[in-house]
């Protein structure tokens, strides 16, 4: 029985991929009832957080639709110990970009457990809808609960800025738990990139305006590469500065460095600064430049419980590295924070 159910969780999680996709291609004219509902929670999705533009919510359902493949589900899922017994595991989402928790709540389903969900107040409309898809195309019933606050659990996964995850850490202590901090994405550039390459790029550094942990903020190039390149490959990103809120944060950050005199370049979208921070402000990308990769490889060890990504050539030779383009298209056995989330509800 147990495992019966298992097949119907997997297929009705592939199935809700397939909705995804007819979701995607088909004009809104032809929408049957629920894809006009999703439609309409789309747009309230944006209304209630505009960082969560129609754009980026489709890349973001794009990206689940071609993952939730049945056979992309079996193979990830084969490779762990299902438990026979369902637990109850608590889930503090984060908000800051579209559908950020949904692996999690995946994760969770497909290990035989419960979760119990504390949406993200920035992200409370579509997740639910979703899991309600999926229950209904499983035929079986997906046990799930959505809660204001956490009261009975056997373990926690709670994902939160540095600040916050000190907290949850704490009042969390004598619980199992994956209490995941804040984190960032960097690219090491070699010099010889074509501009497809470098357009790819911005992709990584510009895709959901640089909120998510996947998002590229500081680069490492080579001592004689022209910056210029960058700012004619990232032009198609150009109107990422008519979204109210990004624009803000741009010239907030501008006005702070005029006045203090620092030294940044600027395409009156996004400034290049040269800086050693991982982290960067929103609009502001952090640069270094290298004189050997192996100063650069030793850095990201340093730096790795705060890096998330790594994009960069294979003829770099570094560890871990994505491809140009790949970092907002995580796979299914991508685990945020590179903890496994599978693993850890394979003891709880």
Known sequence: KHLMKQDFKIH???????FLHQFLEKPTEDYAQDETELLALMKKSELENPWFTQENQRFCFKNWADVLKEENIENWVSSYKISHFSKKVGLILAGNIPLVGFHDVTCVILSNHIPIIKLSSKDKLILPFLLNKWGEFSEWNLEYQMVEKLTEYDAII????????RYLEYYFKDSLSIIRKNR??????????????LQLLAEDIFRYFGLGCRNVTRLFIPKDFELSRLFENFIHFKDIINHHKYANNYDYNRAIYLLNQEKFWDNNF???KEDQALFSPLSVINFSRYESIEEVKSFLVENETNIQCIVAKAELEIKDFIHFGEAQNPSLDTYADNIDTMKFLEVI
């Open 12 to 18: 009705g999680l592939s199935k809700l991929g397939k």
């Open 158 to 165: 709670a994902t939160g800025s540095n600040n916050t995850a």
């Open 184 to 197: 960032t994405s960097v690219a090491v550039i070699k010099g010889d990139e074509t501009d497809e390459e």
């Open 270 to 272: 996004v400034m290049l």
